[in-house]
């Protein structure tokens, strides 16, 4: 079973299974005596011995590999298209071609576009020798991109500059490979697009997608490079007996990487209830930048007993209304959307794996996948604790009461003073942040949100009020580090304050002061029928006390 976070158990009966799996995974491969200019003249000498190296001749090979490549392409019949700067639909070109005899293997389309690589430049210095030296700007050559149905894997994608050291970048995607090891081993599933859908067997494909983390998982990508760049891709610009000779290997490291928890709903309804349900109650406190809806069909997917089936997908549009719940951090991104018809997904995306911190070398894979999955079990938990905020009867007196750390006495943390209110609005913000946060960072998501009001905050003022909610149990210090974490409880509460005097106090006296005048609306909102009987009673209340409102 997936590792346990709060959402999950919170919507665990609503659920028939959840499974975590590995989605896009883009790898970077490139050969380490290509990338300095000593390497590069080694690697030639391997090459061709006693033949000198000139520029004239790397843009020949350039020219070599990619007549090789239109030769082969009309030898075997295989599509060769050129491709503009910046078409982002390769992809879905390719899906289109991908041939439909389901036990086809081998390179099916073949794309060329235009884009940066390295380049070198040459010349003979004052002593006569070659000198190497690599252009800053990259200059846009062509690359070459192979479309593949591996046996293993699906749809592989390898891109591959056609200029030395001819830099290469795998695509792969995981469900794709969950999908075979699947069905090879006769589990059942449902799929649709990039997804397993409600009636699959989500028990069994989280234990085939747990083959993928570990040492297993990293053989298996090294696997299916060597079986593809080399004699599909590579054998262009070098053949065998040249690669052998001239020691020509790959070393890989990961690019970017896409991980997910997919929650199984028995119903699409409930499923939708409680999604937007969390989005309303949840993107104010964790300032979520854009909600996106991408309109598709008005209704969700519903068996017509009448007509018999369900609704089939049109083209490339969506099947119902898609909403987005998108949290971005440097280059990390978090996000919760409904895919399918009734499966929720909670996705991590690594667009650059520097940001995990872990290293980028192909080695450290499994290292990369717990951390991704220790990041969606967190921000599952700070997106319940947000969704379901509690608040003991003792602790609104006992927050604002002055609290002790070490031999010094902290002040409270008072949310009546606005300067408090932004600082636990901004805590609630960053306690979904991977690695969690530092002092300057709260300050700038201070003046970020309040604007002129807040300006001359900065770090050191942040220090001091992190103090007051560390004396309160609310955050915490990483280690010995100056990062901050909010603990479990702490993000609740905070909530609870806030909800309680922005969602409840403030709207309440509002409609006290100013009751609304003329016919009611047709159609009451829940909330709002809570509203007005509440108003109606305070207000009864008031004239008790005999306070004026």
Known sequence: MPAPDDFTDYVGDLLTGTYDCVDRILLRGYFRFGQTSGGLLQWWEQLHPGVELTEEKLRAMAGDFGRRVAAFARKKEIPLEHCQIGDKNKHQRAERLRPKDPNFTGVFLILVARAPALMWKTWRNRAGKIVLRRLKNWPLVNHYHFHIV???????????????????????????????????????????????????????????????????????????????????????????????????????????LEYSRNLLFKSGRRMDEVYQGLIERTRQHLDVPRLKTIFG??????????????????????????????????????????????????????????????????????????????MVVEFLNVVQAAHVSFLGGEQLDALAAPSVRGAQRVAGVDLQKPRMRAIAAAVVVLAAKPEGFTAKQLA????????????????????????????????ERIGQSRRYRVKRPGVPTLCALWLLREKIIKPVLAGVCRPKRGRPPKRVHRLDQHYHNLQREMLETFQTLKIAA
């Not at 699959?200 to 990508?221: F, K, Q």
């Open 297 to 374: 069909r008005k209704n969700r997917p519903h068996v017509n007993r009448a007509r018999g089936g369900r609704l089939e997908k049109i083209l490339d549009r969506s099947m119902h209304d898609l909403t987005v719940f998108k949290l971005h951090f440097g280059k990390l991104t978090l996000k919760m959307y409904d895919k399918g018809d009734r499966v929720l997904r909670v996705e991590v995306i690594a667009h650059n794996i520097g940001e995990l911190r872990c290293g980028k070398q192909i080695n450290k894979f499994p290292e990369m996948l717990a951390r991704m999955r220790t």
């Open 150 to 256: 591996d046996p293993e894997w699906g749809h592989v994608t390898i891109r591959m500059s056609g200029h030395p050291p001819f830099g290469v970048q795998v695509s792969l995607n995981g469900h794709e490979w969950v999908q075979r090891q699947a069905r090879k081993r006769g589990r059942h599933l449902v799929q649709e697009g990039n997804c397993f859908v409600g009636g699959s067997d989500a028990a069994a494909l989280h234990e085939i997608a747990e083959e993928l983390h570990g040492a297993s998982g990293l053989m298996r990508l090294a696997e299916v490079c060597d079986r593809w760049v080399y004699r599909a891709c590579l054998c262009f610009g070098l053949t065998e007996s040249e690669q052998a000779r001239s020691n020509f290997r790959y070393s890989y490291s990961a690019a970017q």
């Open 444 to 475: 700038e998501q201070i003046r970020q949100t309040q604007g002129r009001s807040m300006a001359g905050y900065h770090g050191r003022q942040a220090a001091y009020d992190l103090r007051k909610l560390r004396g309160k149990t609310l955050v």
